[in-house]
């Protein structure tokens, strides 16, 4: 099976600076797909950025963007002009695009936003 | 918001009860999953399921049960009730493709006494 790492348990960022969320990740395939979602406190998951394999193109969406090194197996996310509504869990997934079955997570990365 | 359900939203039960966690989304997706989640922790997958009458266990070793009889319900039971149990429970699902996100619910928190 997949396993998707997250060596950050807690990170901080001030009010409307940039923060830098890692994420990396074991797999043999070459066809994949790469997610991060968000989860703020007692509030439902959503979606931020969904990046495929096998588009070297860095995915953004608006204040977020990833920088994704395939040889490297590294996914990580950047938030920029960080908000007080960024605070949340922060989980980084993969799911594999020949099976496509189950979405591998790794352990979230609390983000605090300091005023 | 994503169109997928859960009720209760929250619930404290007796140990030793049955109780059923209901899930059901207006997407028409295919595949659906529950996970288990302790506040600020990481989400264990308990089971899932392909389609209509397709399911299998995950990751983690749960005494619960589910079943799919139709595509848009994919209800979660627990025999008996114990302490260890207290937790959240997230549904969600996907389409088929590979690129389809997950969608998630708001959540059930149980919590056994």
């Known amino acids: 099976a997949q396993t998707v790492t997250q060596s950050q348990p807690e990170m901080s960022v001030q009010e409307a600076e940039t923060v830098t969320l890692s994420c990396t990740y074991d797999?043999?395939?070459?066809?994949?797909?790469l997610f991060w979602y968000k989860q703020p406190p007692s509030r439902q998951m959503i979606l931020v950025i969904r990046?495929?394999?096998?588009?070297?193109q860095n995915a953004t969406e608006n204040r977020f963007s990833v920088n994704f090194q395939k040889a490297a197996k590294s996914f990580s996310l950047k938030i920029s002009d960080s908000q007080l509504g960024d605070a949340a869990m922060y989980f980084c997934a993969y799911r594999s695009a020949l099976t496509g079955n189950q979405f591998y997570f790794g352990t979230g990365t609390s983000l605090t936003v300091i005023p | 918001e994503a169109d997928i359900y859960q009720t209760p939203r929250y619930l404290v039960i007796g140990t030793g009860k049955k109780i059923t966690l209901e899930c059901s989304q207006t997407m028409g997706h295919d595949k659906m999953y529950w996970y288990q989640q302790d506040p600020g922790m990481e989400l264990h997958l308990i089971h899932y399921s392909y389609g209509v009458n397709s399911t299998e266990k995950g990751d983690l070793s749960s005494e619960s049960t589910v079943s799919r009889i139709r595509t848009e319900h994919f209800p979660l039971t627990l025999e008996s009730a114990r302490p260890s149990h207290t937790s959240q429970y997230l549904c969600?699902?996907?389409?088929?493709?590979?690129?389809?996100?997950?969608?998630f619910g708001p959540g059930t928190r149980l919590t056994v006494t």
């Open positions: 990046q495929e394999a096998y588009k070297q």
């Open positions: 797999t043999s395939e070459s066809d994949y797909y």
């Open positions: 969600a699902s996907s389409g088929r493709l590979a690129g389809n996100e997950q969608y």
